[in-house]
């Protein structure tokens, strides 16, 4: 069993940035992939970006060059760095692990909004 539990969400003005953690607990070792999803009111989720144990990170091409993933394996903690932010990213973010047995864990979102 993985535990995800993320943070970081809030209330931040067009062009301004935010940094969510997702804090991993439980069977880590385990642990495949870590990424980061969003669903925005009355729209499906889509995926933001994530990041393997081997360190390969990918992007969706909304979040190509504004937003970062990055992890800290001491604190068993994945990071995605938000720049340049949008009124089309507000939305409730949620952490995704997917292990090598292929079992997937969901953190309980966080809330982005971004508005003036």
């Known amino acids: 069993q993985v535990y995800l539990v993320e943070s970081g969400g809030g209330l931040v003005q067009p062009g301004g940035s935010l940094r969510l953690s997702c804090a991993a607990s439980g069977s880590i070792f385990g642990i495949n992939a870590t990424g980061w999803y969003r669903q925005a009111p009355g729209k499906e989720g889509e995926f933001v970006a994530a990041v393997t144990r081997g360190g390969i990170r990918t992007y969706a091409d909304s979040a190509k060059d504004r937003f970062t993933i990055s992890r800290d394996n001491a604190k068993n903690t994945v990071y995605l760095q938000m720049n340049s932010l949008k009124p089309e990213d507000t939305a409730v973010y949620y952490c995704?692990?997917?292990?090598?047995?292929?079992?997937?864990?969901w953190g309980q979102g966080t809330q982005v909004t971004v508005s003036s």
């Open positions: 995704n692990a997917v292990t090598l047995a292929k079992d997937d864990y």
